[in-house]
């Protein structure tokens, strides 16, 4: 199995464990701190890395772009929202960034899982239609990197007649991710998602999931199944007493940062189930720690694996064996908690697994 590791891009150095200062991804683009991290992760090794996408945040696409423009490696995953672009413009965005990156583009499909938060941009679909949207602009990007002559579409969220773009991907498609832990999730992602990512839960549970995605792709008429994703927010120190004293340091900076944000409980069912889990427990499986979702009110994925480098690719180890092949993490100081990943704890996991391809290719020993 080829295990890879994605990371998120922030474009100034704000952190959520500085006390005083606005949670990560707000405000001023920093470009040499953003050129910087950019080429940080490309030489510790990540595969991808993520470009967020918030009503109020930078736009994914102009950023991605720029870092792409700095790195030879790591590829841009674009977070996109359907409701915020037709999806035959996305089409040619992703493919023009698909371009100027050597075929390095990822798209990452957002249905919307807050209905205050969709509506800011002017979308009031409710959530059952948002996944039925999302499912037919995945089938119209397809299309578009991959119709050579112009064509019509009459759907239910789009329609459009004689569309052809001159403009296509590197290597004739790009690799479109979903992510969501509700039935709908399940359904749009397993149908047509080449990747679904998932937020970090026990093992049990999220065992669980990767078979209602594989289901899904059964019914759909599939013969292949989406690549998993993971995403974890690591904690790690030269020893596991010296990590679960930094967990509870990043634990009190989070809880004085995010103190005073007086946020409604969570409509998305990945954030009411990692408040859930937060609730049965703080310890679970190998090393996943649960206290910092709640202080962050499960705002995205917020669950942490606690321990040194060894304990937590052993848990990373433990996610990969029941069909996680794409591990997202990033820290809480983002810089530096990158540069240790790539230092530390990325390495040992691909060590460990190329020495299991090592073992299982090697030739049985016969006695004469």
Not at 229 to 255: C, M, N, Y
């Amino acid at each position: 199995m080829t295990v890879e590791f994605i990371s998120a891009t922030f474009v100034n150095d704000r952190t959520e464990i500085r006390p005083g200062t606005q949670p990560a991804g707000s405000s001023t683009i920093d470009r040499r701190f953003l050129v910087r991290y950019a080429r940080e992760l490309d030489a510790a090794g990540f595969d991808y890395t993520l470009l967020p996408y918030g009503s109020s945040g930078y736009d994914p696409f102009s950023v991605a772009a720029a870092i792409s423009q700095h790195t030879e490696r790591v590829r841009p995953i674009i977070a996109l929202r359907p409701n915020t672009l037709y999806p035959t413009v996305a089409a040619k965005a992703l493919a023009t960034l698909d371009q100027l990156s050597d075929g390095r583009a990822t798209v990452h499909i957002i249905s919307g899982g807050s209905d205050a938060e969709q509506a800011r941009e002017g979308d009031r679909l409710p959530k059952a239609e948002r996944y039925a949207r999302s499912a037919e602009f995945i089938e119209i990007l397809r299309r578009v990197w991959t119709e050579t002559e112009p064509f019509d579409h009459a759907g239910r969220y789009y329609s459009f007649e004689d569309f052809r773009s001159d403009f296509r991907p590197v290597n004739g498609t790009i690799p479109v991710s979903v992510g969501g832990s509700s039935a709908e999730a399940y359904q749009v992602g397993g149908a047509l998602g080449d990747i679904f990512g998932l937020w970090g839960e026990p093992l049990a549970e999220t065992r669980q999931q990767i078979e209602a995605v594989h289901e899904q792709a059964r019914l759909a008429g599939r013969t292949d199944r989406p690549r998993i994703w993971v995403t974890f927010r690591p904690i790690i120190a030269a020893t596991d007493a010296l990590a679960w004293e930094k967990a509870h340091r990043t634990l009190g900076s989070l809880q004085q940062t995010y103190a005073g944000l007086d946020a409604p409980a969570p409509q998305n069912v990945g954030s009411q189930r990692l408040l859930d889990l937060a609730a049965r427990g703080e310890l679970h499986d190998r090393a996943l720690w649960t206290p910092v979702a709640s202080a962050t009110g499960a705002r995205g994925a917020s669950t942490a694996l606690v321990g040194s480098p060894e304990t937590v690719a052993a848990a990373i180890l433990d996610y990969v064996d029941i069909g996680c092949d794409l591990i997202s993490i990033r820290g809480y100081d983002n810089l530096n908690d990158a540069i240790d990943y790539g230092r530390y704890l990325l390495p040992l996991v691909r060590s460990e697994l190329a020495g299991r391809e090592s073992r299982a290719t090697a030739p049985a020993f016969q006695s004469a």
